[in-house]
């Protein structure tokens, strides 16, 4: 997908930006994504051989919580909830983007909820907030019209996506990106 999207591009390509579930450590490597099944995928040296430019891989909710302070004027000062495949957030507090000790500050997913148990997360853990509200487990809730029961039967994992598998938004678009919803600081 990779090498169409770069011999297709009206323009030239200075540099290829990805944003991945999970946990990306600063060069590029998406240390653990439960939703892809991916452990250690070292992704921008992969894409990197692929394509004759520098490319930056970061975790996804941060780069989209970064292109709403930078191109769509969000606060200094905000709080991205994505919600898609799996739940995460990206943190602005002064402008500057929080990831935490480990890189996983946002990563408000595997978060367990509940003292009931709930659905198993595609992680392994039972409860996590993402076996509830990733907009599968959503779907699956609402198309069995329940509140909630089905979700405590099914495994709640995620269908498995390989490496290659890219997506693009465009960083001039005033709205979120899919999946994505603002709140603005006071």
Request: hydrophobic share 40%.
């Amino acid at each position: 997908m990779v090498d169409d999207l770069v011999r297709t591009a009206p323009s030239p390509i200075i540099g290829i930006g990805v944003g991945s579930p999970g946990i990306v450590d600063a060069d590029g490597t998406v240390l653990s994504a439960p939703n892809f099944g991916w452990e250690r995928v070292e992704l921008a040296r992969l894409l990197g051989e692929r394509v004759d430019v520098p490319v930056i891989v970061t975790n996804d909710a941060n780069a989209a919580v970064l292109g709403e302070y930078i191109f769509a004027g969000a606060a200094q000062d905000v709080l991205l909830i994505r919600v898609g495949r799996g739940v995460g957030s990206g943190l602005l507090t002064g402008g500057r983007l929080l990831t935490g000790a480990h890189l996983a500050g946002g990563e408000l997913g595997h978060v367990t909820i509940g003292t009931d148990g709930g659905p198993r997360c595609a992680c392994g853990k039972v409860g996590c907030l993402e076996a509830w509200l990733a907009a599968g487990a959503l779907s699956a809730r609402l198309a069995a019209g329940d509140s909630g029961r089905s979700a405590r039967r099914g495994s709640g994992s995620a269908s498995r996506s390989h490496p290659s598998s890219v997506s693009s938004t465009s960083p001039r678009s005033s709205s979120p990106a899919p999946g994505t919803a603002r709140r603005r600081a006071p």
